[in-house]
């Protein structure tokens, strides 16, 4: 089959629509609109970080625009559950029919002993279950009297019962049921947390996982590598490359190039190519769209890593810094705290990329401003750092 041949425009938009950025706004979201968000990206990654808004709220909000954030704690939590967290991508919130196509990763998880293989004996594992079954939600901090805490491990203090129960919910023997307001984990039996119908799915074989999480893959990239595909939820490079070939035979992915790519790529059969897209907001570091750095180099032209971890000194744009989408293209990026003592949107730096239309400080204060009464936050104050931060004040002054 020969390959269809994509400028780098056209990919751009087909990536951006397959994760929805082209469908129909809502003026008010609701849970049918965060299934149809959710369908699109396939899953949100959770991270404990919350200078702005924990990470999983904000691609929902990237695409549905500003929405009741309640929506995403029923999906999560109530029944009907939609949503239950597994190491997806990483830890993730995912639709619950997601479970069994994730149990060979939990056989291999259980055979491996995840990251306290040496801690975490069966007999405790089996103790540490039992407690679940019998007392039902808790969290770490609820079973640790009376167990010892281990300091072995460099960069963490977890207690023995969170390590115990970070296995077993690896291994799938205990499930997220949600989290409290520390953020701390809840756990549960799966079949107190889970859909029955989901629990008694049969259970693909490995291969057939791959293939269907390959698939899912592609639908949520849209146009991808065979790498890209395998990172979305973090599967073997061999094993992905297998499922794309059986795709391939089966007409749902199509072999592509893209200019000035230097790797084949795959587009999926049902994949929007619309002509234009017409996105203004602000992306998490966390966003599936910049989850790859070197895609979003291919895609954007927009070299972004985060800041997080690195001193403060040797930053060079912030410690929370987050992408501006402008149409099709990333055309800035702002490092934001959300001073909530304050009820203040804070703009430590705002920097603009060299090819930035001459709209950008307007069009980007503008999502500021919507961004701001999302969160509940009655003003905006701009700091003097970054390139883009003289004009920006003039606008959020306006």
């Not at 938009?13 to 129909?24: E, S």
């Not at 929370?320 to 990333?330: A, N, S, T």
Request: aromatic share 8%.
């Amino acid at each position: 089959m020969r390959p269809l041949s994509l400028s780098a425009g056209q990919a751009r938009r087909i990536a951006l629509a397959a994760q929805g950025f082209a469908d129909p706004a809502h003026a008010r979201p609701t849970m049918r609109t965060l299934a149809r968000t959710v369908g699109r990206t396939g899953l949100l990654q959770v991270d404990s970080v919350n200078v702005l808004q924990r990470a999983h709220y904000l691609p929902l909000y990237s695409r549905m625009g500003p929405y009741d954030v309640d929506l995403l704690r029923r999906a999560a939590q109530e029944r009907p559950r939609r949503l239950v967290e597994y190491w997806a991508h990483v830890q993730a919130l995912m639709p619950v029919e997601l479970w069994p196509l994730m149990r060979h990763r939990m056989e291999r998880m259980r055979a491996q002993r995840g990251k306290w293989w040496r801690t975490t004996s069966e007999e405790l594992a089996a103790a540490v279950l039992a407690e679940v079954r019998e007392r039902g939600p808790v969290t770490a901090r609820d079973l640790d009297d009376g167990l010892p805490r281990s300091r072995e491990h460099w960069g963490w203090n977890w207690s023995q019962a969170r390590q115990v129960l970070d296995y077993l919910f690896t291994a799938g023997d205990v499930a997220i049921a949600g989290r409290n307001a520390q953020f701390e984990v809840v756990y549960d039996l799966p079949e107190r947390v889970l859909p029955a119908a989901v629990l008694a799915a049969p259970t693909p074989a490995p291969d057939e996982a791959v293939r269907e999480l390959v698939r899912r893959a592609a639908r949520s990239h849209g146009v991808a590598s065979v790498g890209c595909l395998a990172d979305y939820y973090r599967m073997g490079r061999t094993a992905a490359k297998q499922a794309v070939d059986e795709l391939v035979e089966a007409g749902e992915l199509l072999p592509a190039r893209v200019e000035d790519w230097p790797r084949p790529v795959y587009l999926h059969a049902g994949a929007a190519r619309p002509r234009r897209i017409a996105a203004r907001t602000l992306l998490s570091p966390f966003d599936p769209v910049v989850w790859e750095r070197e895609r979003t180099e291919r895609l954007f032209g927009f070299h972004y890593r985060i800041e997080i971890y690195v001193p403060a000194h040797k930053r060079r744009f912030g410690y929370y810094v987050l992408p501006f989408l402008l149409g099709d293209r990333l055309v800035a990026r702002v490092d934001l705290k959300a001073d909530r003592a304050t009820g203040v949107l804070v703009v430590r730096s705002a920097h603009r990329e060299p090819d930035a239309p001459e709209e950008t400080a307007e069009e980007l204060a503008a999502e500021l401003a919507r961004m701001a009464g999302w969160l509940g936050l009655s003003d905006i104050v701009v700091e003097q750092r970054g390139d883009l931060a003289a004009g920006l004040i003039r606008e959020v002054r306006r």
